[in-house]
């Protein structure tokens, strides 16, 4: 695949190949673990401080707060059995140690807290049309919880639910952009892969 035929180059194309490898990003099941762990945190955090702004519970300690969150909480993947949410309730229940029973919605209809999980969350649409779904359901606050989400997603999204993410990317994120972390400056790329007998600019 990097022979030389695109740019002329062999040389050329294979650096450009292991400069790709070198940014790409690889997260393994311990990264994924952590990021539920982490995902789940931000959530109760965000309430726990919303508690404080507002005054509700105030007589009640942490644990007691806690305890709240949880029995008022209903967890469900975003999108369809087959998709990744539901790969990730997985890790998130296990990681979190929570109970399976928040994680079935006939279980209860006494909650509070409806939170929908997924691994990404880019352009926001396909998060948009799943909640799409939920609108019958007006008495509920709607949470996105996603490892990997975009600023794009929070605005097209926009009030349909609150987004919490580990990792929000923007546009010097995305590999082939003109303001690229990877790919920044034309004359680096020039001066790393030596001069090509084609542009690829």
């Given at each position: 695949?990097?022979?030389?035929?695109?740019?002329?180059?062999?040389?050329?194309?294979q650096?450009?190949?292991?400069?790709?490898?070198?940014?790409?990003?690889?997260?393994?099941?311990?990264?994924?673990?952590?990021?539920?762990v982490?995902?789940w945190?931000?959530?109760?955090?965000?309430?726990?401080?919303?508690?404080?702004?507002?005054?509700f519970?105030?007589?009640k300690?942490?644990?007691?707060k806690y305890?709240?969150?949880?029995?008022?909480?209903?967890?469900?993947?975003?999108?369809?059995?087959?998709?990744?949410?539901?790969?990730?309730?997985?890790?998130?229940?296990?990681?979190?140690?929570?109970?399976?029973?928040m994680?079935?919605?006939?279980?209860?209809?006494?909650?509070?807290?409806?939170?929908?999980?997924?691994?990404?969350?880019?352009?926001?649409?396909?998060?948009?049309?799943?909640?799409?779904?939920?609108?019958?359901?007006?008495?509920?606050?709607?949470?996105?919880?996603?490892?990997i989400?975009?600023?794009?997603?929070?605005?097209h999204?926009?009030?349909?639910?609150?987004?919490?993410?580990?990792?929000?990317l923007d546009?010097?994120?995305?590999?082939?952009?003109?303001?690229?972390?990877?790919?920044?400056?034309?004359?680096?790329?020039?001066?790393?892969?030596?001069?090509?007998?084609?542009?690829?600019?």
């Amino acid at each position: 695949n990097f022979s030389g035929e695109f740019l002329g180059d062999q040389s050329a194309e294979q650096n450009l190949a292991l400069w790709l490898v070198l940014n790409f990003v690889y997260y393994t099941d311990r990264d994924v673990r952590s990021l539920s762990v982490n995902l789940w945190w931000k959530f109760v955090h965000d309430r726990m401080e919303e508690y404080k702004s507002t005054g509700f519970m105030i007589d009640k300690s942490l644990d007691e707060k806690y305890k709240y969150i949880v029995c008022n909480t209903v967890i469900h993947p975003l999108g369809n059995c087959a998709g990744s949410g539901t790969n990730v309730c997985y890790f998130f229940r296990q990681s979190n140690g929570l109970a399976k029973e928040m994680f079935d919605m006939k279980n209860s209809e006494d909650y509070k807290y409806l939170v929908l999980v997924d691994d990404v969350t880019v352009s926001g649409h396909q998060a948009a049309e799943f909640l799409a779904t939920y609108d019958y359901i007006l008495d509920k606050e709607k949470f996105i919880l996603t490892y990997i989400s975009t600023y794009k997603a929070r605005q097209h999204i926009g009030t349909a639910a609150n987004i919490l993410s580990c990792i929000e990317l923007d546009e010097k994120s995305k590999c082939f952009e003109q303001n690229s972390y990877v790919f920044s400056k034309s004359f680096f790329v020039y001066s790393f892969f030596g001069k090509s007998k084609k542009s690829f600019t």
